[in-house]
């Protein structure tokens, strides 16, 4: 089984900057992809990021040239850079694993999930 644990909640200033992280442990698979996630409230889950086995990336257009993705896999942690944030970043942010090397932007395809941490951003 692997565990996904991520740092606490954050707030931020509009145009500011946060990098969030996530660990890795227990199990784990050589041949995986990870990706971020975000829910606000009274919205649904949607695809931030994501990263496949080969390091190519994925983004979604909202986050796209702002947000950066990366592994580091000697400590077994992934982050996500996330610049010039603004008020509608506020939400509840998920990393995410999955067993296979192919990235995926659909929440239902990740096997793990972090247990999530609150960033806010403030006009």
């Known amino acids: 089984q692997v565990q996904l644990l991520q740092s606490g909640g954050e707030l931020v200033q509009a145009g500011g900057s946060l990098r969030l992280s996530c660990v890795a442990s227990?199990?784990?698979?050589?041949?995986?992809?990870m990706g971020w996630f975000r829910q606000a409230a009274g919205k649904e889950r949607e695809f931030v990021a994501a990263?496949?086995?080969?390091?190519?990336?994925y983004y979604a257009t909202s986050v796209k040239g702002r947000f950066s993705i990366s592994m580091d896999n000697t400590e077994n942690t992934l982050y996500l850079q996330m610049n010039r944030l603004n008020v509608d970043d506020t939400a509840v942010y998920y990393c995410?694993?999955?067993?296979?090397?192919?990235?995926?932007?659909?929440?239902?395809?990740?096997?793990?999930w972090g247990q999530g941490t609150q960033v806010t951003v403030s006009s």
């Open positions: 990263l496949d086995w080969l390091g190519n990336t």
């Open positions: 227990g199990r784990t698979f050589s041949r995986s992809s």
């Open positions: 995410a694993g999955r067993a296979s090397g192919k990235a995926a932007e659909v929440a239902h395809e990740y096997d793990y």
